[in-house]
């Protein structure tokens, strides 16, 4: 009988003042393995941020204990 694999995925969004110190500290203290970064802008990111003129945030997503 094959053996089932089991696999597990969590998302955790944190809102973060300053991106590069909150990298480091996942990075280089937590060992997090960054897998993408990207810049996020235009209407639907502004309607659910509620702003009332253009805004920009940066994504990063990462793997934490493999």
Same mark, same amino acid.
């Given at each position: 009988?094959?053996?089932? =694999?089991?696999?597990? /995925? &969590? =998302?955790? &969004? &944190?809102?973060? =003042? *300053?991106?590069?110190?909150?990298?480091? /500290?996942?990075?280089? =203290?937590?060992?997090? #393995? !960054? !897998? /993408?970064?990207?810049?996020?802008?235009? #209407?639907? /990111? *502004?309607? !659910?941020?509620?702003?009332?003129?253009?805004? #920009?945030?940066? !994504? &990063?997503?990462?793997?934490?204990?493999?």
């Amino acid at each position: 009988m094959p053996r089932s =694999t089991m696999c597990r /995925f &969590v =998302t955790l &969004v &944190v809102g973060v =003042t *300053d991106m590069d110190r909150a990298l480091a /500290f996942y990075r280089d =203290t937590l060992g997090m #393995e !960054v !897998v /993408f970064e990207t810049l996020i802008s235009g #209407e639907p /990111f *502004d309607a !659910v941020l509620h702003a009332s003129r253009r805004q #920009e945030g940066r !994504v &990063v997503g990462g793997l934490l204990g493999g």
